[in-house]
Nanobody, 116 residues
Framework: QVQLVESGGGLVQPGGSLRLSCVAS????????MAWYRQAPGKERESVAR????????YYSASVKSRFTISRDNAKNTMYLQMNSLKPEDTAVYYC?????????WGQGTQVTVSS
């Protein structure tokens, strides 16, 4: 079955950086568009970034554009999110997501906390 496992979260000071990883299994990763979402306490889950199956097309939400970079390594079945210039408002649980044949699958999430 589809499995998505995120890692790389943690506590970082404002202005710092983190790199999240999402390791996928149970499907042909190189055929799947992938995405990162996040959910802050008391808020709805929101889209952060998306990447096409081959990595040639990306999308970012306005709040993270120019600070975050989404990428993937299809040989390693892994997607990444490089997060720079982190702000306290980036604090959230970050989720890996894919939609296969109209069925969405989520990872368990990784906590990112930006605080001094």
């Amino acid at each position: 079955q589809v499995q998505l496992v995120e890692s790389g979260g943690g506590l970082v000071q404002p202005g710092g950086s983190l790199r999240l990883s999402c390791v996928a299994s149970g499907f042909v990763f190189s055929n799947a568009d992938m995405a990162w979402y996040r959910q802050a306490p008391g808020k709805e889950r929101e889209s952060v970034a998306r990447i096409s199956s081959a990595g040639g097309s990306t999308y970012y939400s306005a709040s993270v554009k120019s600070r975050f970079t989404i990428s993937r390594d299809n040989a390693k079945n892994t997607m990444y999110l490089q997060m720079n210039s982190l702000k306290p408002e980036d604090t959230a649980v970050y989720y890996c997501y894919t939609n296969l044949r109209n069925y969405g699958s989520w990872g368990q999430g990784t906590q990112v906390t930006v605080s001094s």
